[in-house]
């Protein structure tokens, strides 16, 4: 289904798109459309930026589900290795009232891997559906241009 090269590309896309995600909410304006942009839109974000650049010839429903997992999964980890840290050093020094539930967090260390895990795991189903449904959407339109 997927060569090696292709499946690192997508975990380093994933990786870096989530790192950049996982910036924004720390204007705690921005913090839940970074949390709807790391559910749902990274799956499609990186079908398309593939399909751009000619790394996926053709893409199947199946391989869209898996993209949309990996994808998800992967920038959800991405985004909690930037966000978390750095929310937890600002609420330290700032005492900034919106990043006090990373204080707790950090000190029931024991609660926050299993937390962001299954947070990692929803993302990445989330991302499936999202990803399946950009490659469906395509795949229909493609046939309409095609007559």
Do not use: H, R
């Not at 079908?47 to 199947?60: A, D, G, P, Q, S």
Request: aromatic letters at 16%; charged letters at 10%; hydrophobic letters at 60%.
């Amino acid at each position: 289904m997927f060569n090696k090269d292709l499946l690192k590309i997508i975990c380093l896309c994933s990786l870096i798109t989530g790192g950049v995600i996982g910036v924004i909410p720390l204007i705690p304006a921005f913090t839940g459309l970074a949390f709807i942009a790391i559910m749902f839109f990274v799956a499609p974000f990186i079908i398309i930026y593939m399909k751009k650049l000619n790394l996926i010839k053709t893409i199947e429903l199946e391989q869209s589900l898996a993209i949309g997992g990996i994808s998800g999964a992967v920038a959800f980890l991405g985004f909690a290795l930037i966000y978390f840290p750095i929310a937890f050093i600002l609420n330290l020094i700032f005492k900034i009232q919106s990043f006090i539930w990373i204080k707790v967090l950090f000190t029931n260390f024991g609660f926050l891997i299993p937390m962001v895990i299954l947070i990692a795991l929803l993302c990445g189903l989330l991302n499936m559906f999202s990803g399946f449904l950009t490659v469906y959407i395509y795949e229909y339109f493609k046939q309409i241009k095609k007559g």
